[in-house]
């Protein structure tokens, strides 16, 4: 077991190495620089067996992996912000060719106008496309969660690609502890891909024909219940990595929401401040707990039910638009409860796009405001904008 | 003080290592057992331009992911800088301020902040860390910090010196021992 | 009798093309070369559809279909994937002029670039047929489009693909004519025995895009070449060496005649474009002379 003092980005590049990613296609982008760069050093020094395609644009870089992803090759990359929303239209193309492609991004601020700093409108506008998204809040968890999308996105059930998100310097850019396992320990955990469906030889086959309405519908309906095969998928793979290596993970993390009368629901590094926020508050005695969202696609929406019964009160605070309507989130956390019969109240707050610093002291602010029913209902709740 | 949260922050010029620095000290109080972050200020780096950045640690995992304004420390690599940043923003009341520079620390004046000054310039060029105009002292300082903070010993910052100087091992351990032992002030 | 083109046959018949599709015969020809130890990568254009719809294929070789402009690097993607995978195979772009001069070049560049070690066969039919006849980078001076309508035919000359990929210094750039089969099938065997990144350019007749009969399919391809209009010459490390050399080039309006897509022109028209045709096939020359 190896504990090293790393970047965020440095522990995306280590988990796509002990992965043993095969071929991996990149394209720079600030904050995701330090990620390839570090892989090419893999790659040069022999430390990874993979073939690293050096491609000239992101859309190049995710054409790339969906190719090697058809000859059954274990597939990833990393990008941000614009370098995804140049991936879009291929990213439709991994997901609907069914192809298990791990990308990590870092969320980062779209512009213009320029912007290097987080927030989550990157992944979140690609929310259509068919990936899986993993919203990280340690190194750690960037680490372990590379290693455990390629376990869940390979799986027979669901063979759909997998993007797990890390925040623009929060988490890129600083340094933690991570616990690396042993290589042997990973490739039991994580075995080699053995693909079900791919390009060969022997058994010649085209795929992605042309493909009339009298059979493409059927495609998107297994598309679909794959990823809700996928939410027992995330489940089961967190646990087994957990009982592996000590960690384990879910589709949501709950935090001291056991007596909670409020609940917030938050993802990314916002979430892991938000756990100070909630230690902080419960010391002044309030009963208020916490739900880490780690998954975003598919949504948990079971799972914010059965949290939802239980409380009176939820704040949805994110850090995305969807412009035109609110966070998204929010919009996602209501939709799920529209039809239970208790239903509590809930508000939704938009905070720290581009990257402005949520403290303790917001999280807590908000806490506070949502308990004394302070907040605006159907409408966004902005915080901290300057008018 | 070793079981609360303790917050560091590095005021440097681009280039000058300050990053490095931060992420040194975060490797070396790793290494003793705590829990730590180490960050650069969230922006865009030039050379020679005021840059800052930060560390945190903490017996208990740290959860917290923002910024730093109320640091515990403050660490100067560049004396120049003290004319056109406030380095001492924030600085928690009695909290430490450790600069590079040839004068005695009793020339600056920080209010309650406890001053240290380390000559760490005169001990980079010594010890061959880059060059006249342009010295290394980001090993060099972090023994000072040792020596006057006193919540990560000289042995950590060595060994992870070693871990994290990409070259010139042995002169940046050397660097930062003979600050340890020449650190003024306090 | 001694054949000249291998009797192996990778593309079943019965496929949905246009009667005469020259783009339909370059790519019998291209199996019987390769053979079955070849992946197909096939971007959004006229073979998008030839290929067949689900569940049928009308080649025998795996094949999967991409996007417009991705055509060259997924073909990169798989041959790493098949390295990785310990698999020696040729992996074979099969784009029109479309996804290679315009939508897919950033791609192709990249590629060529990096000199990664596939085959890039562009079949050219000189405008978006699959999408009606749109004009492209591909669509030669003066021709009719629907998007270059007869009143203002295409302005600018036909872009010059080859050159781009010569400038590349990959190892092997050719082109080829549907009408010349022994010729195709040579480029393609050698282009097969290359490691790099490979480029061979099929001028593919389209009767129904060309407004020409089916029959002239064949005859046009030959004109083409014959009237210096599209010459075929390949471009081996550097080397420049001119295939079919015509002793004395048919006149152009032999060419131009014979397709309704150039029916508006006039005179000075085709005079110029007798001209430029001279001009470029004499400076292919010198080029062939100084390689």
């Known amino acids: ?387 | 003080m070793e079981e609360e949260l303790y917050e560091v922050r590095f005021h440097g010029r681009g280039g000058q290592g300050a990053v490095t620095a931060a992420t040194i000290l975060a490797d070396a109080a790793f290494r003793e057992g705590k829990d730590v972050q180490a960050f650069p200020i969230f922006g865009v780096e030039r050379r020679g331009a005021p840059v800052a950045a930060f560390m945190r640690m903490d017996a208990k995992p740290i959860d917290i992911k923002t910024q730093i304004y109320e640091p515990d420390s403050i660490v100067v690599l560049d004396s120049t800088l003290l004319e056109v940043v406030d380095v001492a923003k924030g600085l928690k009341e009695n909290g430490k301020i450790i600069i590079n520079s040839s004068k005695n620390a009793s020339e600056f004046d920080f209010g309650k902040a406890k001053v240290y000054t380390i000559d760490a310039t005169a001990i980079a060029v010594k010890h061959g860390l880059g060059t006249k105009t342009n010295p290394i002292v980001n090993t060099a300082i972090l023994g000072a910090y040792s020596k006057a903070v006193g919540n990560v010993s000289i042995e950590a910052i060595e060994e992870a010196i070693n871990e994290k100087a990409p070259r010139k091992k042995e002169e940046n351990k050397k660097a930062a021992r003979e600050a340890y032992e020449k650190i003024r002030g306090g | ?291």
């Open chain 3, 1 to 291: 009798m001694k054949l000249t083109i291998p009797e192996e046959e990778l593309m079943y018949e019965g496929t949905v093309d246009c009667q005469g599709c020259g783009a339909s015969l370059a790519m019998r020809y291209a199996l019987k070369a390769l053979g079955k130890k070849t992946f197909v990568v096939i971007p959004a254009c006229c073979w998008s559809i030839i290929a067949g719809p689900f569940p049928y294929s009308s080649l025998q070789v795996p094949l999967y279909h991409t996007a417009f402009e991705t055509a060259a690097i997924v073909s990169s993607g798989i041959k790493a994937g098949l390295e990785m995978k310990g698999i020696d195979a040729t992996v074979m772009a099969w784009a029109g002029d479309g996804g290679t001069f315009d939508i897919g070049i950033q791609a192709l560049s990249g590629v060529a670039e990096r000199n990664d070690d596939i085959l890039y066969v562009c079949y050219d039919n000189e405008a978006y047929m699959n999408t009606g006849i749109q004009r492209s980078s591909a669509t030669p001076f003066k021709a009719w489009t629907t998007t270059t309508p007869r009143k203002y035919p295409k302005a600018r000359p036909k872009k010059d693909i080859d050159e781009i990929l010569v400038a590349h210094e990959v190892p092997y750039v050719a082109t080829a004519s549907v009408s010349y089969p022994e010729d195709f099938i040579k480029k393609l065997q050698k282009a097969k025995e290359i490691k790099g990144t490979r480029f061979i350019h099929v001028l593919a007749p389209c009767p129904t895009g060309w407004r020409s009969l089916p029959e002239h399919t064949i005859k046009l391809a030959r004109l083409a070449v014959q009237t210096c209009i599209f010459p075929i010459y390949e471009v081996e490390n550097g080397k420049y060496k001119i295939n079919i050399k015509p002793k004395n080039p048919k006149p152009v309006d032999e060419y131009l005649k014979l397709q309704g897509r150039f029916r508006h022109l006039t005179e000075k028209d085709i005079k110029d474009i007798q001209e430029i045709t001279i001009k470029k096939w004499k400076k292919l020359l010198r080029k062939e002379e100084f390689s």
């Open chain 1, 1 to 387: 077991m190896v504990k090293k003092v790393i970047y965020g980005n440095h522990a995306v590049s280590y988990g796509a190495k002990d992965a043993r990613a095969e071929v991996i296609a990149a394209y720079p982008i600030t904050p995701q620089t330090q990620v390839v760069e570090l892989l090419s050093e893999f790659c040069a020094s022999g430390e990874l067996n993979a073939k690293f395609i050096k491609v000239e644009s992101e859309h190049s870089a995710m054409a790339a992996c969906v190719g090697a992803s058809a000859t059954g090759a274990r597939a990833f990359t990393a990008t941000s912000s614009h370098g995804l929303a140049l991936m879009h239209e291929m990213l439709h193309w991994a997901s609907n060719a069914r192809h298990p492609v791990v990308m990590a991004n870092i969320n980062r601020a779209m512009g213009p106008p320029w912007n290097i700093w987080t927030d989550q409108n990157d992944s979140i506008a690609q929310r259509d496309t068919g990936w899986l998204q993993f919203y990280c809040s340690t190194n750690q968890e960037v680490y372990d969660t590379t290693l455990m999308a390629f376990k869940i996105c390979e799986n027979d059930k669901v063979l759909l690609p997998g993007m797990l998100s890390l925040d623009a310097f929060v988490l890129s850019h600083t340094s933690e502890v991570v616990d690396m396992p042993p290589q042997e320990e990973i490739d039991e955990f994580l075995p080699p891909y053995n693909a079900k469906y791919k390009l060969d030889l022997e058994d010649p086959r085209a795929f992605g024909s042309l493909m009339f309405p009298d059979w493409y519908y059927e495609l998107k309906y297994h598309q679909q219940t794959s990823m809700e095969e996928a939410l027992k998928v995330v489940e089961k793979v967190g646990k087994e990595f957990g009982d592996r290596f000590g960690r384990h993970y879910g589709l949501v993390e709950e935090y001291r929401i056991e007596d909670a009368e409020i609940i917030l629901v938050v993802s990314g590094t916002i979430a892991q401040t938000s756990k100070e926020a909630v230690d902080v508050l419960r010391k002044e005695g309030m009963k208020v707990g916490l739900v880490r969202m780690r998954t975003f696609r598919p949504f948990p929406k079971e799972k914010i039910r059965k949290i939802a019964s239980k409380v009176n009160k939820i704040i949805v605070i994110d850090r995305s638009i969807s412009f035109g309507s609110e966070g998204a989130f929010f919009t996602e956390t209501k939709a799920c409860l529209y039809n239970e019969k208790d239903r509590p109240e809930i508000w939704g707050v938009i905070i720290g796009l581009g990257g402005r610093d949520v403290t303790v002291e917001d999280i807590t602010k908000i806490a506070k405001k949502g308990k004394d029913g302070k907040f605006k209902i159907n409408e966004i709740n902005w915080w901290g904008v300057k008018l």
